[in-house]
Structures are given as C-alpha cells and as structure tokens.
C-alpha cells in the first residue's frame, strides 16, 4: 500500500464556503440592516458570520459577542459586552436602553458599526430586541447566528434580517473539501460512509477525517482516499480522543436530558414509546425538536452517528456502572431491536457483567455482519458468559476462519460433542471433521455427529453431513449431476432455513461454474430472500456467502449495475466493509475490471492485498495479484506487473476454481504484456482441466483467451465448449454469439458484439472483441474507415496492441 500524505497535514482545511458564497451573503447585508447565518453545530455559522463582517474567525473583536447558556436571565449583558461603555441598570425598559444604545453607537466610526452575535439564541431576549430596532433604523448592522431550531424564538431578528441557511454538506462539497486537504481523489465510498456518519456537518467531517486519517483507516493508494480494511475497528477509539461534544449541556444540562443522552448514546437508539414511559418524556420532546435525536419510525436515535459514537467511547466506567445499575434491565423492547445487542454486550463487559447465552450469541451475530470478528470472539468467550461453556458456536467459528485462527478452530470443535450442536452449528463442524485425515477416528465423529434416538432428527442431521460434502464439491466441480443434487437437497424440507439458504448458494455457485448465469442469479437471490425475510437474523456464515455468490453471479450474467448495488448491500461493518473487506475489495476489483476501470481495479486490488497479508481464507489472492498485475500493464507499469506476476505464481489456490480463474487472469496479463507464448503456455492444459471437472465457466474463458492470443487454430476448442449452450446468458452468450461470428469470419457481427458490450458497460470484454476485428482485419480495405476507427475507440481503453492496417 502506498504511503500517504494524512499523518502530515501538509495543506490546512479549506474553508465550509468559497469566497464567491461570502461575498454573496456580504452583499445581502448591504441590502438589507441585519443578517442570520442559520445552522447546525459544526455547520461554520459562527465563522461564515464573521467573514461577512471582515473579522477575523479565530480571533476576537470588540464589536464580537460570543453567546453561552445562562446568559438569557442577564438583561442587557449583550448589549454591554458590545457596548462597554455603556452602564445600563437591569430594570431600564426597552425605549430607554434603545435610545442609550443608539447614541452609543452613533459616536462609532463607520467600520466599527458592524455587530456580531453568535448564538443569538442564547443571547438575553432584551438585548436582542433593542439591538434588532437600532439596526432596523441603520445605524448599526447586525450579523447573527441561530441553531435552526431556535428560529422560531427570534421575531423580533427576523423582522428586520436576511436570513441565510447553511444546508449540509453534500457529495459533491465533500469530495472537494478532501482532495484540497488529503491531495488525492476521494473514492466515493469514503465520501458516501463520511456523509452517513457526520451528517453533513462541516465541523464533524474535519474532526472524523483528522482522526481516521492519523489512525490510518482512510489512506491514499494510487492517489485515491480510500478506507483501509485493516483498520476499521480503531475508528471510534481514535476519534474519542479527539472531539468530545457536550451535548448535554447544548440542551440545557440536568439529569433527565443526562439520562436519555447517555443511555441512547450506550444502547445506539431507543424504542420511543419505553422511553417514553421509563424516562422524561419533556427530556425527549427537547432533544427531539433540538435535532440532537430523531424519531425514525418509533426509534430514537442520534441525528449525527459520529456524535453517538464519542459520547459512548468517552463515558467514564464509573457512569456506565450507575446506568446499569438502574437501567440495564428496564428496556427489553429496546434490547430486542436489530442492532442493539452488540452494544449492549459491550456494555455489560465494560461495567464487568456477565453476558447471558442468549446476549452472547445475539451480539457475536451481530459483530461478525458488521464485520468486527475480534469482538465476535470476546463475546463467545466462556470467562464472559454467565455459564462456562462455549456459546455460539456457529459465530465463533466464523469470526475465527475469518481471522485465520485455525488451530484455536480445531480445538473449540475438539471441546464439543457434536451431539449438543444444533443443526446450523453442525455443518462447519461436519466440514471440518471431514478434512482430518481419513480414519477411524473420523468416521466415528461423523456417525456421532449425525446420530440420533429420533429418526426424524437423525434425517435432518443426515442431510447436513450431505450438505457439507455438496458444499465441498461445489469448490472442485460442478456439472448437471452436483446440480441437481442440491436442487433436491434445497426441496427437501430436511434443512433449517439457514442451511436451506446455505443449498441455495452452493446451487448458485454450481449453476455458474456450469454456465448457466441467469440460474445462479436466481438460486442467489433465493438463498436471500429466505435469510432477509425470515424472522430471525440472519447470521454472517450465511448471509455473507450469499452476497458473494449473488455478486458474482451478476457480474457473470453482466447485469452489472445490479452488481454494483448488490455489493453495496454485501458491504457492512463500522466503514461499509464486509467481513474482512478482503472480498468487498476483490468484489469490487472484479467488477472495475469488466468495466474497464483501470483505476478503480487498481485501488481495489491493492486494498484487496493489504488485507490479505496475513490470512487468506477465500483462496483468492493469486488471482487478485493477477489482476492487479493487469491493471497495471494498462497503467503502463510494466516491470510491477511482471513482478507481482511471478508472486501470483506462488500462490496457487487449493479450491480448483480458484486456481483456475488465477492461471486465466495470468495469461490475460502476459498477453496484455505482449508476451503471447507465455500466455498461451500457461492456458496449456487449462480447459481440458476445467472440462474434466464440469467447470464450464472456466473452460469458456480459457478457450475464448487462447482464441484472442493465437487466433482461428483455437477456434474449434472454443466451438466445442459453447455450442450446446441453451439459451445462456451473460459472458456464455457473448463468447457463444462471438465464437460462431469469428468462424462465419462475421466482421459486422463482431462489430456488433462490441458494441452491445460497451453499451452494456462490460468495456474490458468489449475491447477484446473490438481488438480480435482489428487483428484479423489487418488490411486497410477490411474495414471502413470510421468502423476501424470506433473499434480502435472501443479497445484503446483496456488493450495494449494498437494493430496499423497493412
């Protein structure tokens, strides 16, 4: 990963506004007696409010008055604090302190007529009232700042001012304010997850993006801001060292505001209608119409996320201890909420509480969707449970292959009687039994696993040993025979709807490496919908290999926006990762590379491989190492490329379809390197080896290389293995419809083909075909002129040749 210009802070934040906005809103002032710049905290209310009156935003001026709560029962501090000079007794009435303060300032020079009021709101209501009369006269002019819920408390400033609104920042603003300070390009990721998280709020953005960049969870690779999956776990942590807002105060103090803050701050949100009958329901109705917390169908919750997330890091153990002690128990309809267990669980433990079985198990759910396998584990670990055994075992079991924790895995599965496991815990375990060396031993485990004094249990749990070797199989071979042993595996009824869900995915990826897109995207979505729809959450075993298989289904059967959104929905955790972020970042390589977005693919692979440094439990790094050493041929780097190439080399995948896909996207780099016989000596042997395992997908992407390296002489190998496609879909259609117009010698058809594929956005494949019309049309009187020309625009993007007509 490249090194980045954070933890430097070589260029200061540019400013929430351009200088063409201040100028803007000066002129108003100039048209109109007074000005309210009106916005929420962190908005840059009180700086804009300066600039327009030419003073200095960090500094201080005597015609300056900053405004603080309890000020509202002073009458007259404002006006004194402007006007210093002027000694005005408590009970003078307003026409009388309206004439003092108007001579006052009549004795100003010109440029010192210019007053400022920040936090008008909370400024004496007698000051502003007789300060908004002298304005309205022109002898003075005014510049305040509201919080927006405040405006309706204001007539009398409002009678007289123009009225400025600072809306929140939007992408566009964001990706600007970024690239001016970090000096890269911003992925829209990272603008879309800061949007999420701060609101919009120009003041919290700097103070997430100072701390996560310092933290090195946002970095710059390849000149684009991109989040780093290694580090999203110390987002909070950092962050709480860094910006504590005072939110309590900010709504008037008092410990029935503290209450409610503190407790939604712990637990995420509340249910409204228990909060309301547990806690001060006048506390509620205040933060409510601040804009501190929100009302979302029923759930109350923090309108800034990031604001949440400090007040919960930065309370001290002692309170959270006095919270629990008279709450924890008080809001069951809140704890049964998706989303709150995980931060209830890191409740319990920091006031040392055990957690129960059930809490424990909900909460490592919970952690590992979001992708904090870590956290997954201190919740199932048995020195934090109420009873001393391993709980959640399907979660733990997860979090540590995820992890790479292999040995820790075989000793939690060595410590369980198979007996005890329910039928969703009893597939992983069934797995890992069945890759110990064969034996006695084994088979012994296996029966145990799988027996039972009830027959209809015994079935069940017979199906799940089916499943899990189904499963196995679907990661070597495929064909019409594995297909329809787990379409009837998915009809039995003898699955739990996890493991039914779990058929379906191993369906979807059968279907795939057969061929068959339009199938695979439809088993996909099936597994979901039984995940998403049941009444249960589902848990990440499930649920994430579900999404990958869904998005590679897409991609195969090119309906890439549709890809696109589903590996946003795939994306999860703390910063939008999935799991680890490792298949989130090859998801997304994968699918830049058909678009033929070279910089994207690029950014993706390297993120990919930062996370793969330690543990690779998808099997995917060779192939990723390829396709990054692709991108970077069409970025130009030829000697990284051929480095990175011979490390893919070493990195062979034990799961088939793996290993293949990585040799493929080998020789479509050595190819990109102008280094045919290499690649064509790679793809040697590759597809009679996919074809002895059923894996069509694989043998039609091999056969379709060798037909683009060494032209026609492939051309029978690739007929052969698309021919008796029926009805396909997707990159089968293409290379079936692109195989039978290269052996007709069908230049429009190719030509055609190219463009349907650029139309539909799979630009990498469109350029491939554009680029075989201009190699087997070499001479200047094969192609028209402007067709030769737009097949050149179609293949420059992506291809390295750039054939001359002979």
């Not at 501090?77 to 005005?88: M, N």
């Not at 969703?424 to 110990?436: G, S």
């Not at 293949?660 to 790679?682: F, G, S, V, W, Y």
Request: hydrophobic share 45%; aromatic share 4%; proline share 6%.
């Amino acid at each position: 990963m490249t090194e980045s210009r954070q933890g430097q802070h070589a260029d200061p934040w540019p400013p929430p506004f351009s200088e063409s906005y201040v100028k803007d809103a000066r002129a108003l002032l100039e048209r109109r007696p007074a000005l309210v710049v009106v916005g929420p905290p962190g908005s840059g209310r009180n700086r804009l409010a300066a600039e327009i009156a030419g003073l200095d935003p960090d500094g201080t001026a005597v015609a300056r008055h900053v405004a603080h709560h309890g000020e509202k029962d002073l009458r007259w501090f404002t006006v004194q604090q402007l006007l210093p000079r002027l000694d005005l007794a408590p009970d003078v009435d307003d026409r009388t302190a309206e004439a003092a303060v108007r001579a006052a300032v009549q004795t100003l020079p010109d440029h010192e007529r210019t007053f400022v009021l920040t936090n008008a709101h909370l400024c004496d209501p007698a000051s502003v009232r007789v300060l908004s009369r002298v304005a309205a006269t022109g002898d003075l002019r005014l510049v305040a700042t509201l919080a927006p819920e405040t405006v309706i408390s204001q007539p009398h400033l409002l009678g007289v001012a123009e009225v400025v609104q600072l809306l929140p920042l939007d992408s566009a603003a964001v990706t600007a304010l970024l690239q001016t300070r970090f000096g890269a390009v911003p992925h829209p990721t990272v603008v879309q997850v800061l949007l999420e998280r701060t609101a919009g709020s120009y003041g919290v953005l700097r103070e997430v993006c100072d701390a996560a960049c310092e933290a090195g969870i946002i970095v710059a690779v390849e000149g684009v801001l991109v989040l780093n999956p290694d580090r999203t776990d110390a987002t909070s942590e950092r962050l709480s060292a860094l910006w504590a807002p005072e939110t309590v105060e900010r709504l008037g103090g008092g410990p029935a505001i503290a209450e409610l803050i503190d407790l939604t701050a712990l637990l995420g949100g509340l249910d409204l209608a228990e909060a309301r009958r547990r806690l001060d329901p006048t506390a509620i109705d205040v933060a409510v119409a601040h804009g501190t917390l929100r009302d979302a169908a029923g759930w109350l919750r923090f309108a800034s996320h990031a604001e949440a997330t400090v007040l919960r890091r930065t309370m001290a153990p002692e309170r959270q201890r006095e919270l629990f002690d008279r709450w924890a128990d008080q809001f069951p309809s809140t704890l049964d909420r998706p989303g709150v267990s995980l931060l209830a669980a890191e409740w319990w433990l920091a006031t040392d509480h055990p957690l129960s079985p059930e809490l424990a198990s909900r909460a490592a759910r919970e952690a590992n969707l979001a992708g904090r396998h870590q956290r997954a584990l201190a919740f199932t670990d048995p020195a934090h449970h109420e009873v001393d055994s391993v709980v959640a075992p399907l979660e733990r079991a997860y979090a540590l292959l995820e992890l790479g924790a292999l040995d820790d895995l075989a000793t939690m599965f060595e410590g369980l009687d198979p007996q005890d496991l329910s039928e969703d815990e009893l597939l992983p375990y069934v797995r890992w039994v069945a890759r110990r060396d064969a034996g006695a031993d084994q088979q012994d485990l296996l029966d145990r696993a799988t027996s039972s004094a009830d027959p209809q249990a015994a079935r069940r749990r017979t199906a799940v040993r089916s499943l899990a070797g189904l499963v196995d199989r679907c990661q070597s071979e495929s064909g019409d025979e594995l297909v329809s042993e787990l379409r009837a595996l998915t009809f039995s009824a003898r699955l739990s709807p996890g493991n039914r869900a779990l058929a379906f995915t191993a369906l979807s990826t059968a279907q795939r490496q057969s061929g068959h897109a339009d199938r695979a995207v439809e088993s996909a979505e099936f597994a979901l919908r039984l995940l998403l729809d049941g009444p249960d959450q589902p848990s990440a075993f499930h649920l994430d290999v579900a999404r990958e298989a869904h998005v590679l289904a897409l991609i195969t059967a090119l309906d890439l926006a549709e890809a696109d959104q589903a590996i946003t929905d795939y994306s999860s955790g703390v910063l939008g990762l999935a799991g680890s972020g490792r298949m989130t970042a090859a998801l997304r390589c994968l699918l830049d590379l058909v678009r033929g977005d070279v910089q994207d693919a690029l950014v993706n692979a390297r993120l990919c491989l930062a996370a793969l440094r330690h543990h690779d439990p998808h099997q995917i790094r060779g192939r990723v190492e390829a396709m990054l050493s692709l991108v970077l041929v069409q970025s130009g780097r030829h000697d990284e490329a051929h480095d990175l190439l011979e490390v893919s080399r070493t990195h062979t995948a034990r799961r088939l379809q793996h290993d293949l896909e990585r040799r493929i996207t080998q020789a479509c780099a050595h190819d990109a390197l102008a280094e045919p016989e290499e690649a064509l000596a790679l793809l040697t042997g590759v597809a009679a080896e996919a074809r002895s395992h059923q894996l069509r997908l694989a043998e039609i992407d091999a056969c379709v290389l060798s037909v683009q390296i060494g032209g026609p002489p492939y051309l029978p190998q690739l007929i052969d293995a698309v021919d008796d496609l029926v009805e396909p879909v997707g990159t089968p259609a293409v290379w079936q419809t692109f195989a039978r117009a290269a052996q007709a010698y069908d230049i429009p058809g190719l030509v055609a083909l190219a463009e349907e594929l650029e139309v539909r956005e799979a630009r990498f494949y469109a350029a491939a075909v554009a680029q075989y019309v201009l190699d087997m049309a070499r001479r200047a009187t094969d192609l028209r002129p402007l067709t030769r020309t737009r097949l050149q625009e179609l293949a420059d993007p992506v291809s390295h040749r750039h054939i001359e007509p002979t």
